[in-house]
C-alpha cells in the first residue's frame, strides 16, 4: 500500500508509528515533494467511495487563504483535481492507498477496520 505524508506532520508521524506498530508494511511518498496527480486523485476519490471535499486538508492554510470553503460548492470535479494536484499541502493526510480502499486522515477505529482484517 502506498502512504502518503507530509513528514514533519504530527498526525502523520502518529500514523506510521501505527503502521510499523502493527507490521504493515508499504511504500511511503512525501506529499509536497510529490504532489498526487490530478489522475492519481481521481482514482483514489472513485476508490474511496467519500465525498472528494474529504480529499482536502481543510484545516490547511493554503485552503484558508484560497477561500475554499466557498469556492469548492461551485467547482467541478475536475476542476478540484486539478486545484488538488498543485500543491500537496491541499490534500489531507495522511493519505493511505491500498488496493481496494483509500484512507484520509487518521482515525484508528476506521484504519485498524480497514488494514487489519
Not at 51 to 69: A, C, D, V
Not at 89 to 105: A, Q, S, Y
Amino acid at each position: 500500500m502506498l502512504f502518503l505524508q507530509y513528514p514533519p506532520c504530527s498526525t502523520c508521524k502518529k500514523a506510521k508509528k501505527w503502521l510499523d506498530e502493527q507490521g504493515l508494511s508499504y511504500e511511503t511518498r512525501h506529499m509536497k515533494e510529490e504532489n498526487p496527480t490530478a489522475e492519481e486523485l481521481k482514482v483514489w476519490h472513485e476508490k474511496s467511495g467519500l465525498p472528494l471535499k474529504r480529499f482536502f486538508n481543510t484545516s490547511g492554510m493554503i485552503y484558508r487563504e484560497l477561500g475554499l470553503k466557498d469556492k469548492l460548492p461551485t467547482m467541478s470535479e475536475e476542476e478540484q483535481y486539478e486545484l488538488l494536484a498543485t500543491d500537496g499541502m491541499l490534500v489531507k493526510r495522511p493519505l493511505v492507498v491500498g488496493d481496494d480502499f483509500v484512507l484520509t486522515g487518521f482515525k484508528v477505529q476506521q484504519w485498524e477496520e480497514t488494514l487489519m482484517k
